[in-house]
């Protein structure tokens, strides 16, 4: 398996923009489909984004045009770019390495967009 670290994350006003970070340590990574999931208080998990081994990008539709998904193999780290911040963006984000039979995930990061 792999371990994942997030970083990143905090409070920033309506509008605003956040990268954040998911360095990986353990196997291969360039071998897994890397993602990012975000769960608000009250509410269930869901996919932001996520990119596959070929390069693939799969978004949620709350998201798209405003958070961009990216990968270094070479730094073994995920990103995600996220702009034009809204209230309802506020949650948890976690990152995500998945290779059957594998599925990790990291211990998530709070973003919190309030004015």
């Known amino acids: 398996q792999v371990q994942l670290v997030e970083s990143g994350g905090g409070l920033v006003q309506p509008g605003g923009s956040l990268k954040l970070s998911c360095a990986a340590s353990g196997r291969i990574f360039s071998d897994y489909a890397m993602g990012w999931y975000r769960q608000a208080l009250g509410k269930q998990r869901e996919l932001v984004a996520r990119?596959?081994?070929?390069?693939?990008?799969d978004s949620g539709d709350s998201v798209k045009g405003r958070f961009t998904i990216s990968r270094d193999n070479a730094k073994n780290t995920v990103y995600l770019q996220i702009n034009s911040l809204k209230p309802e963006d506020t949650a948890v984000y976690y990152c995500?390495?998945?290779?059957?039979?594998?599925?990790?995930w990291g211990q998530g990061t709070q973003v919190t967009v309030s004015s």
């Open positions: 990119i596959i081994r070929g390069g693939s990008i």
């Open positions: 995500n390495a998945r290779n059957y039979p594998y599925d990790c």
